[in-house]
């Protein structure tokens, strides 16, 4: 389904029954990229999966973006189909939204779960999401998805799921993402900067990292830790980015032991 809001079409898919749980994708992916985990959690909750600005079926308007903006995107979905306090799990760039999110409209948000986060690029950072756009502006969304399934997976992950990997790489291709549209959400990854505001952040909140992730390090999410009042860390011991993916039964897990309510 698609919902207006404040005159951008956002694209969204609502499953499952129980406390709504709002999904925010990381760069470049729509919403769909989290089924793995929909099809556990909608068993709980009642999942919100959301394509952010530039990605899925949602409006592609020109950039530059912001997780500020992306963030009242998600505010005004959550307005606009009447819902009351979600929790928010948000991979990558999804988590600096979620942030945001936490941060502009605190009163809508229960719980946060931070994925593979960071508060405020540093240098290495920065280099990355820029070579990140002028990388996909000199190749083919396949080549440039083969380049990044280097980044985020392990090589143990990577040699395992190789076939997988290639048909991801292929599939890529099909209906990509305007070159456009990434480049603007890879400035707003760049800009990202809550680290200072992250005290205001009183919701519990999880955030877990995998302890080989060469994109978003664990010192990131510790920073981050150090800073809000109510966090916990989980590390995922020989994972990288998407230690969520490599090791998706505990990640399910995990997800649904800090959200449910205990006995």
């Known amino acids: 389904m698609k919902v207006k809001v404040d005159g951008l079409e956002i694209g969204c898919e609502l499953r499952g029954s129980g406390a709504p749980l709002l999904l925010l994708m990381g760069l470049g992916a729509p919403g769909a990229a989290w089924e793995p985990h929909v099809r556990e959690w909608e068993k709980h909750f009642r999942c919100i999966v959301m394509d ?13 973006y912001t997780t500020a903006r992306m963030a009242d ?67 083919s969304p396949q080549a440039f998805t083969r380049l990044l399934q280097l980044w985020i997976w392990t090589p143990g992950y990577f040699s395992a799921q190789r076939d997988a990997m290639v048909e991801a790489a292929e599939q890529a291709g099909v209906d990509p993402m305007p070159e456009a549209a ?48 109510q ?17 998706l039964d505990r990640f399910n897990r995990t997800v649904c032991d800090f959200l449910l309510p205990q006995p």
């Not at 952010?52 to 530059?64: F, I, L």
């Not at 409209?105 to 820029?130: G, T």
């Not at 992250?198 to 999880?206: E, K, N, V």
């Open 52 to 64: 952010n600005r530039g990605a899925g079926a949602s409006g592609k308007p020109a950039g530059p």
């Open 73 to 139: 995107d998600a505010a005004g979905l959550l307005d606009q189909l009447d819902l009351p306090a979600v929790h928010v799990a948000g991979i990558s760039m999804g988590s600096a939204i979620a942030q945001e999110l936490a941060l502009r409209r605190p009163d809508r948000v229960r719980r946060l779960v931070l994925i593979s986060s960071w508060a405020r690029c540093d240098d290495y950072m920065k280099q990355l999401f820029e070579t990140f756009a002028l990388t996909r502006s000199r190749l």
């Open 182 to 229: 990434f480049a603007a959400q890879c400035q707003a990854c760049l800009t990202h900067d809550t680290l200072d505001r992250l005290a205001r952040i009183t919701q519990p909140s999880l955030l877990t990292v995998g302890d080989a992730d060469i994109f978003t390090p664990p010192r990131l999410s510790i920073a981050m830790q150090e800073q809000l009042p």
């Open 231 to 247: 966090a916990r860390l989980e590390v995922f011991a020989g994972g990288g980015h998407c230690h969520h993916w490599e090791e």
